[in-house]
C-alpha cells in the first residue's frame, strides 16, 4: 500500500513539476514570438536570432523535464529508502505480531542504525516482543482459569456493573437450569424467586459478602454475592459462587432426627423405670407379688435401654473406627452356627426353618465378628416378623468372586414406599410391633454400616403379606488376592 501511494507521489510531483517547467517555457516563447511580430522585416539578422532563441528555449524546457525527472526519480528512491521502507517494515512487524509470527530485532540499513526511524522501529520491535510474552502469559492465566471455573462443582456467575452476565461456568448452568437467552441478573434470580438487589450488594460498604440459601427443583443451594473493585476501590460488578449443600442438609436433618430418637427412645424407658421404682416404694411387704411384677417391667426396660445403648457404641464404632479386624474365615460355617442358635426360636413359633449350602463356597476376607453380627440380625428379623407356621429358608452360595447369603421367609413384608427408607436410623415401618418386639430401630443400620466397611452390599426386595428375600455379598479371599495382584502391575 504505501508502495503504491510512493509512485503516485513521485508521479503527481514529476506531472507538476514538467507542467511548471512546460509553462515556464512556453513563457518565453510566446514573449519572444511576440517579439518576433514586432521586429522590421527588412531585419533578418534579428528575425533569425529571435527563432534561434524560441528554438533554444524548447531544447532547454525538454532537457529540464528530462532533468527533473531524473531527479525526481532519485529523490523518490532516497525518500522511499529512508522514510517508505522503515515505515513499511514497522507495518509488517505488527503485522507479524498480531498473526503470532515471531519477530527479529534489527536494523533497516545494512545492519547501520544511523537515523531515528531505525531506532524507532528496534525500540517498537522490542517493545512488541515484550507485549506479545506479556499477551501470551495473560492467554495462559485465562485459560488455567477457563479450566478451572469448568471442572469446579460449584457454580460460579459474574456480572458487570449493570448486571449482565461476565462469565459463567457449567455448573452454574446445570444449578440454576439457565438457558443461553438469560444473560441479566434480574432474569436469572427472578426466575429462581430471590430478590436481591444488585446495587445494594455492590454499594453498602458493610456488605463485603452476602449469603442466601434457596431451594432449587429438589436441590438445596447456598449463595454467595461477593462484590469486586477495581484499583481506586470503586465497584466494577458481582461474583456469586453456588454450593450445592442439599447433602449437608440432609446429613444435619438426620443429625437432628438421631437426637430426637435417641431422646425419646431413652425417655421412654426411662419414664417407666422411674415410675415403677416409686410405685414400688409405696408398696409394703403384703404386695410382694405386686413389686416382682413391677420389677420385672423395670429389669425389661433397663434391658431395652442397654441394647439401645450397645447398638448405638456399635454403630459409632464401625462409622469412626478406622481399622476394623479383617480376617480370612469360613462363611459356611459362620451361618451354620448362627441358623443352630436361633433354630429353637424359629421353632417356638413352629416356623419351619432350613439352611442350604448350594456350592463350596470359597473362604471370605471380612471382619468375622461384624459379619457375624449382620447374619444374626437379618435372621432375627425374619422370625420376628414371620407369623407362626411359616417358612425361613437360608442359602449360602458363590457367583462370580463374591460369596453370598439369601435370607428368604414368608413374613408380613414391607411396603414399597418404605423399602427406600429401611436403612435410616431409627425407622420403623410398624413401630409399635417393633417396640414390642424389643427393636431398637438400628439393626438394619448397623448391618449396612458393616457390610459397607467389608465391601459388601446388601439388597432387600419384599412384598407385603408375601414375605422378603435379602441377599448379602461378601468378598472372597480369590478376589482380594486379584485386586492386590492389580494394585501390585499399577
Known amino acids: 500500500m504505501l508502495k503504491s501511494v510512493q509512485i503516485k507521489v513521485i508521479i503527481i510531483f514529476m506531472l507538476l513539476g514538467i507542467v511548471c517547467i512546460t509553462a515556464l517555457g512556453m513563457f518565453f516563447i510566446n514573449k519572444l514570438q ?83 526511524i531505525d531506532e524507532l522501529v528496534g525500540a517498537f520491535s522490542m517493545m512488541t516482543s515484550e507485549l506479545k510474552e506479556k499477551l501470551e502469559e495473560t492467554a495462559i492465566q485465562k485459560r488455567q482459569i477457563e479450566t478451572i471455573l469448568l471442572k469446579m462443582t460449584d457454580g460460579v456467575i459474574a456480572f458487570d456493573i449493570r448486571g449482565h452476565v461476565l462469565h459463567m461456568n457449567l455448573a452454574a448452568k446445570k444449578m440454576l437450569s439457565i438457558s443461553d437467552e438469560m444473560d441479566s441478573f434480574e432474569e436469572i434470580f427472578e426466575k429462581i424467586g430471590i430478590e436481591i438487589n444488585l446495587e ?29 473493585k477495581d484499583d481506586s476501590k470503586r465497584p466494577e460488578g458481582v461474583i456469586v459462587v453456588i454450593q450445592d449443600i ?38 409394703d411387704d403384703s404386695e410382694k407379688e405386686e413389686k416382682n411384677k413391677f420389677l420385672n417391667v423395670i429389669i425389661s426396660e433397663a434391658n431395652r435401654m442397654s441394647v439401645l445403648v450397645s447398638d448405638l457404641l456399635t454403630l459409632s464404632k464401625y462409622e469412626t473406627d ?132 467389608n465391601n459388601s452390599t446388601i439388597d432387600i426386595k419384599s412384598v407385603v403379606d408375601k414375605g422378603t428375600e435379602v441377599v448379602i455379598k461378601i468378598p472372597t479371599v480369590q478376589e482380594r488376592n486379584m485386586i492386590n495382584e492389580i494394585d501390585k502391575k499399577e
Open 34 to 116: 511576440l517579439t518576433l511580430t514586432t521586429v522590421e522585416i527588412n531585419s533578418t539578422d534579428s528575425i533569425q536570432l529571435i527563432e534561434k532563441q524560441i528554438q533554444d528555449t524548447k531544447i532547454l524546457v525538454l532537457y529540464a523535464n528530462f532533468i527533473f525527472i531524473i531527479i525526481s526519480i532519485v529523490v523518490g528512491y532516497f525518500v522511499s529508502k529512508v522514510i517508505i521502507h522503515p515505515i513499511s517494515d514497522l507495518i509488517k512487524t505488527a503485522e507479524k505480531i498480531v498473526s503470532g509470527e515471531e519477530v527479529e530485532i534489527k536494523t533497516l540499513t545494512d545492519g547501520k542504525s544511523n537515523n531515528e
Open 322 to 453: 478406622e481399622t476394623i479386624k479383617k480376617e480370612e474365615f469360613d462363611l459356611t460355617e459362620v451361618v451354620k452356627n448362627v441358623y443352630d442358635n436361633l433354630k429353637l426360636e424359629a421353632k417356638k413359633k413352629s416356623q419351619n426353618i432350613e439352611c442350604f449350602v448350594t456350592a463350596n463356597v470359597p473362604h471370605v476376607y471380612a471382619d468375622r465378628f461384624g459379619i457375624e453380627r449382620v447374619v444374626i440380625n437379618i435372621l432375627n428379623n425374619s422370625i420376628k416378623y414371620t407369623p407362626e407356621n411359616g417358612s425361613i429358608k437360608i442359602y449360602v452360595g458363590f457367583v462370580y468372586n463374591d460369596a453370598y447369603i439369601k435370607v428368604i421367609d414368608t413374613g408380613i413384608g414391607i411396603p414399597e414406599e418404605d423399602l427406600g427408607r429401611i436403612f435410616e436410623r431409627f425407622y420403623r415401618v410398624d413401630k409399635a410391633r417393633s417396640r414390642e418386639s424389643g427393636g431398637t430401630g438400628l439393626g438394619l443400620s448397623i448391618a449396612k454400616e458393616i457390610l459397607e466397611r
Open 200 to 228: 445494594k450488594i455492590m454499594y453498602l460498604e458493610n456488605w463485603t459478602s452476602y449469603d442466601q440459601n434457596v431451594k432449587v427443583n429438589d436441590k438445596v443451594l447456598n449463595m454467595m454475592f461477593v462484590p469486586f
Open 246 to 283: 442439599t447433602e449437608q442438609v440432609n446429613l444435619d436433618n438426620m443429625r437432628k432426627d438421631f437426637v430426637a430418637n435417641v431422646s425419646h427412645e431413652l425417655k421412654t424407658p426411662i419414664t417407666s423405670i422411674i415410675g415403677y421404682a416409686e410405685t414400688i416404694q409405696g408398696m
